[in-house]
């Protein structure tokens, strides 16, 4: 059967590194309590010059070029994002022309946080289904921009970054020996909707709005959901917590982290954790975490690989892959 194998991953962040002794200069905050109730120590914020799209642009080269690719190898482009650059075009179409990529398709996919998950869930029908033989994933975002830097219960917690892999259709034999996706999970309920949204849009009130999140609410549902799915993919493909080599998931809040690790049994030290070092980019969080994990020789070839994450809507999802 088709299988889609990872080929290469790339990362690219913004320039600018605010740690939490400048955010105590910001708001009123402390860097005790950040890191207390979030594991949170620095972020990244985009500058002048510095869109989605340029950040997309830049993980996306990293990650063909660690494919040993070229930009016209690729014939689709997912962008799971929340902040792109413009209402429209789609975010993906300009990292697209800046890639010089003129063949194809490209669209951005929007799941909040959970948008790598569900991108990453999407390339794999797509080249399963074979419409496509290369897709590059890529989750960018630039979630200062609409956070509202007067509110320090959420101003505190989230960054600016990219991060991106390159899929490839590839043989398998149908085992969870494969190498590729093995299995996605899916899920969303919309009920959820006021615990974490953005308070504009084009359609309701003409602005970009800002960031609103009633944080306890959120984790209160976050470990019940990821858990939720992360079973489900258990089942799906015969394996136990045991089995996994490292459990990569969203990095919103080390609470929720070492929360969901702990319900299903992983050991602490097989969980990739990079929330201190980017804050919570959202739907880039996921394959930053990849990219560190994999740069510094944790994951390797062979490895199987959890990714979770959940984010407003409420939307979350797995997948499950073998490096």
Known sequence: MIRS??????ASLPNRVVTNREMETLVDTTDEWIVQRTGIRQRYI????????SLGEAAARAAIANAGLE???IDLIILATSTPDNTFPASAVSIQKRLGITRGAAFDLQAVCSGFVYAMATADLYIRGGMAKRVLVIGAETF?????WNDR??????????????LEAAEGEGTKADRGVLTSHLRSDGCHKEKLYVDGGPSSTGTVGHLRMEGREVFKHAVGMITDVIYDAFKAADITVDDLDWLVPHQANIRIIEGSAKKIGMPLEKVVVTVDQHGNTSAASIPLALSVAVADGRIKKGDLVMLEAMGGGFTWGSVLLRW
């Open 5 to 10: 194998i990872v080929r290469g991953i790339g």
């Open 153 to 166: 219960t959420t101003c505190v917690l989230f960054g600016d970054g990219a991060g991106a892999l390159v």
């Open 144 to 148: 200062s921009r609409i956070l509202d």
């Open 46 to 53: 985009a500058g002048e010059g510095e869109t989605t799209a």
């Open 71 to 73: 930009p016209s190898d």
